[in-house]
């Protein structure tokens, strides 16, 4: 089974700190790119964050400087450090493993709600 597995989620105050983890099984992690997404009630699915095979990292403007992904290939996880955590971070997490068109693998995600 292929499809990776979210943790780490949860209930924080404003200003806080979470660190979700993707977990995949499975050879291709290494050469995979690695993506988090998130989606707000209401609103559309959205890229957070995005960490290459060779260790590049891109970020959405709304979350640098306070979001850091960072992947362990000898452990096939990929993480999402969260500082700094605002209301408008709430949402449903996903994580995906992108190794070619046809092997894209999405999580079922894991919920962060962040309280005022």
């Known amino acids: 089974q292929v499809q990776p597995v979210e943790s780490g989620g949860g209930l924080v105050q404003a200003g806080g700190s979470l660190r979700l983890s993707c977990q995949a099984s499975?050879?291709?992690?290494?050469?995979?790119?690695m993506h988090w997404y998130r989606q707000a009630p209401g609103k559309q699915r959205e890229l957070v964050a995005t960490?290459?095979?060779?260790?590049?990292?891109n970020y959405a403007d709304s979350v640098k400087g306070r979001f850091t992904i960072s992947r362990d290939n000898a452990k096939n996880t990929v993480y999402l450090q969260m500082n700094s955590l605002k209301p408008e971070d709430t949402a449903v997490y996903y994580c995906?493993?992108?190794?070619?068109?046809?092997?894209?693998?999405w999580g079922q995600g894991t919920q962060v709600t962040v309280s005022a």
């Open positions: 960490i290459m095979s060779d260790m590049r990292a």
């Open positions: 499975g050879n291709i992690f290494s050469f995979s790119t």
């Open positions: 995906r493993m992108l190794f070619t068109s046809a092997r894209d693998y």
